[in-house]
T-cell receptor, first 115, second 118 residues
Framework: AQSVTQLGSHVSVSEGALVLLRCNYS??????LFWYVQYPNQGLQLLLK??????LVKGINGFEAEFKKSETSFHLTKPSAHMSDAAEYFC?????????????FGTGTKLQVIP | GAGVSQSPSNKVTEKGKDVELRCDPI?????LYWYRQRLGQGLEFLIY????????KSGLPSDRFSAERTGESVSTLTIQRTQQEDSAVYLC????????????????FGNGTRLTVT
């Protein structure tokens, strides 16, 4: 069975500070990992994804994430937070089970950016 | 091209009534998912359709919940005899263009239907 754990349901950073949102996964097969962002009253949008190859993945809006197999982690970072980054962020793992694709989401982390 | 469309965007219903939520996936997407998002919580998987295969219904919380999809087009999620605990945002997503199942394809989400049961 696969699972995702996001540490910290709420994270606050000052504008211009480093953003670090943590995600750890569990998967019995090589995982495909994703970060999604959800702005208020909207659906989720893809920020970035890891499939194979380079372990440092760059996404939209200056975000990036690093896949660390030894730590089973896929933390999301951004060097300098903007006010527009305030949103909820979800980590997800995709694999297959019994012939079905399974996409499992973490419980989300709400990012607050303080001016 | 159009994204995933969900209707209605908001639905207020009385306890005990039935509701039907609709999802129009991106054209050509073979996979379709329904998720439930309760206030302040993460995404709870409900059901998954892949092409003409039997759906994965393992996430449906009770027999009051059902979903249908005709081919690779519109899906409807029906909740019978609604309860207050059904209040949530119901999100639909589609993925996997073409006929191949692609386990690394990202999901494309609609904006959701906010269901309030009074």
């Amino acid at each position: 069975a696969q699972s995702v754990t996001q540490l910290g349901s709420h994270v606050s950073v000052s504008e211009g500070a480093l953003v670090l949102l943590r995600c750890n996964y569990s998967s019995s097969v090589p995982p495909y990992l994703f970060w999604y962002v959800q702005y208020p009253n909207q659906g989720l949008q893809l920020l970035l994804k890891y499939t194979t190859g380079a372990t440092l993945v760059k996404g939209i809006n200056g975000f990036e994430a690093e896949f660390k197999k030894s730590e089973t982690s896929f933390h999301l970072t951004k060097p300098s937070a903007h006010m527009s980054d305030a949103a909820e962020y979800f980590c997800a793992v995709s694999g297959y089970s019994g012939g079905y694709q399974k996409v499992t989401f973490g419980t989300g982390t709400k990012l607050q950016v303080i001016p | 091209g159009a994204g995933v469309s969900q209707s209605p965007s908001n639905k207020v219903t009385e306890k005990g009534k039935d509701v039907e939520l609709r999802c129009d996936p991106i054209s050509g997407h073979t996979a379709l998912y329904w998720y439930r998002q309760r206030l302040g919580q993460g995404l709870e998987f409900l059901i998954y359709f892949q092409g003409n295969s039997a759906p994965d219904k393992s996430g449906l919380p009770s027999d009051r919940f059902s979903a249908e999809r005709t081919g690779e087009s519109v899906s409807t999620l029906t909740i019978q005899r609604t309860q207050q605990e059904d209040s949530a945002v119901y999100l639909c997503a589609s993925s996997s263009p073409g006929q191949l199942i692609s386990y690394n394809s990202p999901l494309h989400f609609g904006n959701g239907t906010r269901l309030t049961v009074t």
